[in-house]
């Protein structure tokens, strides 16, 4: 599956849950605005972690990171390529 669809069906349960099932785009904010809660950024990012292998103890966490579809991805992605980026190995 699509990374940012799951990232999306994962949000929209999050909102459903929440009786909110009022159309967001990419970069609609999620929690800053409300329709989401600290509590919800919490299971966002635990989400990350068990789907994705985000270490959030290595990169830290703001609930901003969260905040959108797109700020999440940006997590996913920068996470994915630092990842990629530590397992180079390097010969003289």
């Given at each position: 599956?699509?990374?940012?669809?799951?990232v999306?069906?994962?949000?929209?349960?999050?909102?459903?849950?929440?009786?909110?099932?009022?159309?967001?785009?990419?970069?609609?904010?999620?929690?800053?605005?409300?329709?989401?809660?600290?509590?919800?950024?919490?299971?966002?990012?635990?989400?990350?972690?068990?789907?994705?292998?985000?270490?959030?103890?290595?990169?830290?966490?703001?609930?901003?990171?969260?905040?959108?579809?797109?700020?999440?991805?940006?997590?996913?992605s920068?996470?994915?390529?630092?990842?990629?980026?530590?397992?180079?190995?390097?010969?003289?």
């Amino acid at each position: 599956m699509d990374q940012r669809l799951a990232v999306r069906q994962f949000v929209m349960q999050l909102l459903a849950r929440r009786g909110d099932a009022q159309h967001f785009s990419d970069i609609t904010s999620l929690v800053v605005s409300g329709r989401l809660q600290s509590i919800d950024a919490v299971e966002i990012a635990v989400f990350l972690e068990q789907t994705f292998g985000i270490d959030f103890a290595e990169i830290g966490f703001d609930q901003e990171m969260v905040d959108s579809i797109e700020a999440i991805y940006h997590v996913i992605s920068t996470s994915a390529k630092s990842s990629a980026d530590a397992h180079v190995t390097h010969y003289p």
